[in-house]
Structures are given as C-alpha cells and as structure tokens.
C-alpha cells in the first residue's frame, strides 16, 4: 500500500459517502443517471468475485463490502424508495448503457490475463468501469443547475482513478515486474473521460460560478 | 504470478 493508492481509497469512498448522503439526507436524486450507478454495480459485482475466495487484508475485505453494499443500495434507493425515485428523471438519463457492457465483454473475453471466469469477469469489471461515468456526464450536460453534491460526487469519483494513476507509477518504479496493462490503460481511458469535467469544474470553482457543462 | 499483483488492488 502506498499513500498514492490510500489517497485514491478514499477519494472513492468519499465520493460514495457524498452520493449516500445526497440521496439518504435530501431524498433526492436529482442530476444523479441511474445507469452509471447500475454499472458501478456490474463493476463491483464482477471484479470482488474472489472476496470470499481470496483474503488479502482485513481492509481490503471491508472496501470490497463498501463498495459493494453503496453501490447496490443506491441502485435500490433512486429505482425503489418511493421519495427518492420520484427526483429520477427517467427521460433525461437515456444513454443506453447496454452499449457499453457488450463491447467491455467482448474485449474482456479477447484482451485478458488468463481465459478463467474469474480473470475475463475482472478483465471486464475494468473496462466496463472506464466508461461507466458516461451517462453520468451525458445526463450533467442536459442538466442545467447541477447541484454542489453531484458536482463534488463526479469530481471525487475521476479524482480516484487520477490517484490510483500515481500509484501505478509509483508500483511501477518501486516493485520488480509490477506491470498491467490492462489496469494502466483502462484507467487512462477512465481519467480522460473526465478531462473537460475537471475543466468546467475547476472554472466553476476558481470563478465561484455555478457549475455548467457545455451542452 | 503478475496477476496476483493486480488483485490486491480494489
């Protein structure tokens, strides 16, 4: 472990704990794409197969749970509660995420470490979650106020990868044959998608303006 | 295993 990689932890926990108490304390989704929170699921579904086979660390194990125990109770939050599903504007989160799981699974199944279940099931968590953000970042240019905490939320989620990027070189200078590419450039990918965000989002901040994306 | 590296990242 390595402060890179602990910082990259818990921005994404962070980010996780912003999105809960958007929806637990103001019961409200607003601005929040159902899809993107769906993936998350699938992400973290398919890439904690092993949290009962492989024990790593005792904190290892609890972030799996974190992940695993928001990322599905949101998905119930804004589809079940009956408060919360009322702020989800079903016509404006469109992107069809099928599109996005067909091609990570087929990629998965040609670009992986080992033809097992469990590495074409990881292979795919990684890929999937790269573009997992896009019809969040769809949905934020059809909205036009994006509220503080959805703002803060997307922000903390690209800031996470950006660390875990620091921990790869990091790893990568530190540890003999740390090599991934599959991990590297997917999270390259990931971070990218953010770039104009990171953009707009700064600008907001550094002009104290509301934040906008362009449409 | 390389692998392994990989996996002990969440």
Same mark, same amino acid.
């Given at each position: 472990m390595n402060i890179f990689r602990l910082a990259g932890d818990m921005t994404h926990l962070a980010s996780v704990l912003v999105l809960l108490l958007k929806i637990h304390t103001i019961k409200s989704c607003a601005g929040i794409s159902l899809k993107t929170q769906e993936l998350y699921a699938l992400v973290f579904a398919t890439r904690y197969l092993d949290i009962f086979t492989d024990f790593i660390s005792l904190y290892n194990t609890t972030m799996k749970l974190i992940f695993l125990g928001s990322s599905f109770s949101i998905v119930w939050y804004i589809r079940n509660h009956k408060i919360v599903s009322r702020s989800y504007d079903k016509s404006q989160d469109? $992107?069809?995420h099928y599109f996005l799981i067909i091609p990570c699974l087929l990629l998965a199944l040609l670009v992986n470490?080992? $033809?097992t279940f469990k590495e074409v099931m990881w292979a795919f968590s990684i890929y999937l979650e790269a573009v997992a953000i896009l019809p969040q970042l769809v949905l934020l240019q059809r909205t036009r106020n994006i509220d503080n905490l959805t703002g803060q939320y997307v922000f903390l989620l690209g800031a996470y990868r950006a660390l875990y990027i620091l921990n790869w070189i990091y790893r990568y200078f530190t540890?003999?044959?740390?090599?991934h590419w599959i991990t590297w450039v997917s999270g390259l990918v990931q971070t990218l998608l953010y770039a104009d965000f990171f953009y707009y989002y700064f600008e907001s901040w550094k002009n104290n303006k509301k934040l906008q994306l362009p449409a | 295993p390389s692998s392994e590296g990989a996996k002990d990242e969440l």
């Amino acid at each position: 472990m390595n402060i890179f990689r602990l910082a990259g932890d818990m921005t994404h926990l962070a980010s996780v704990l912003v999105l809960l108490l958007k929806i637990h304390t103001i019961k409200s989704c607003a601005g929040i794409s159902l899809k993107t929170q769906e993936l998350y699921a699938l992400v973290f579904a398919t890439r904690y197969l092993d949290i009962f086979t492989d024990f790593i660390s005792l904190y290892n194990t609890t972030m799996k749970l974190i992940f695993l125990g928001s990322s599905f109770s949101i998905v119930w939050y804004i589809r079940n509660h009956k408060i919360v599903s009322r702020s989800y504007d079903k016509s404006q989160d469109t $992107f069809r995420h099928y599109f996005l799981i067909i091609p990570c699974l087929l990629l998965a199944l040609l670009v992986n470490e080992k $033809f097992t279940f469990k590495e074409v099931m990881w292979a795919f968590s990684i890929y999937l979650e790269a573009v997992a953000i896009l019809p969040q970042l769809v949905l934020l240019q059809r909205t036009r106020n994006i509220d503080n905490l959805t703002g803060q939320y997307v922000f903390l989620l690209g800031a996470y990868r950006a660390l875990y990027i620091l921990n790869w070189i990091y790893r990568y200078f530190t540890e003999t044959h740390y090599v991934h590419w599959i991990t590297w450039v997917s999270g390259l990918v990931q971070t990218l998608l953010y770039a104009d965000f990171f953009y707009y989002y700064f600008e907001s901040w550094k002009n104290n303006k509301k934040l906008q994306l362009p449409a | 295993p390389s692998s392994e590296g990989a996996k002990d990242e969440l």
